[in-house]
Structures are given as structure tokens and as C-alpha cells.
């Protein structure tokens, strides 16, 4: 499953992730975020989504929270380096049926 939040700047988009983000953690899920949250979680780093991608690492019962993510994936470089990883982590979270949020601003 992938979840996207959008809405306004400022709307609670970034809020709203996290609050469910929190609602599977107190279920037993492990958070991995790439933004400061007040429970415990993992960051979420370009290495840790790359070792996932290459069969390094594996998740079981996890949630994912990109925030910000076109600070990720620059459309000028789309092809090379992180943003195929994040790409291919993204399809493969999908397909494996774990959690990923990713608050968008909603389009003026």
C-alpha cells in the first residue's frame, strides 16, 4: 500500500502522516521516516533504501514516511543514481504490501 497526503502548504499533510505512522507503531510496526518524529523510528537514509533495493536488507511489518520527497527524486537526474533506487524501493514496497506515506502539496 502507498499513501499519499495531499493538501494545501501547511494543511497538516506532514501531521497527518505521522499520527498514522504512530497509530502502527503502537500495532507493532517499525517506523522508518526520513523527518524527526517523537516515537521511536529509524531514519530513513538513501543507503538503508539502496541495501533494501540490492536484497541486503529486508521489512517485515514496516511503515515508511518520505516527507519532502522531490528533495528526493530530482527530475533533472531521474535516471541516475538515488531517484531509480527510490523509484524501484517505492514499486517494490508496493508490490510486498508494506506501508508508505508521502505528503504531496496539493496543485494550485
Known amino acids: 500500500m502507498i499513501g499519499i497526503f495531499l493538501g494545501e502548504q501547511n494543511s ?3 501531521l497527518s502522516m ?4 504512530y497509530r502502527y507503531y503502537k ?3 517499525e517506523i522508518f521516516a ?3 518524529l517523537s516515537f521511536p ?3 530513513l537514509t538513501k543507503e538503508l533504501i539502496s541495501d533494501y533495493t540490492k536484497g541486503l ?4 511489518k514496516a511503515v515508511f514516511l518520505i516527507d519532502e520527497i522531490y528533495l528526493f527524486l530530482d ?3 531521474f535516471a541516475r543514481g538515488i531517484n531509480k533506487i527510490l523509484g524501484y524501493f517505492l514499486l517494490q514496497t508496493s508490490k510486498r504490501g508494506r506501508g508508505c506515506g508521502k505528503p504531496y502539496p496539493f496543485p494550485r
Open 12 to 14: 497538516g499533510k506532514t
Open 27 to 29: 500495532r507493532g510496526y
Open 57 to 60: 536488507r529486508q521489512f517485515e
Open 34 to 36: 526520513n523527518y524527526g
Open 75 to 77: 527530475s533533472r537526474n
Open 41 to 43: 523510528h529509524t531514519k
Open 18 to 21: 505521522t499520527y498514522y505512522a
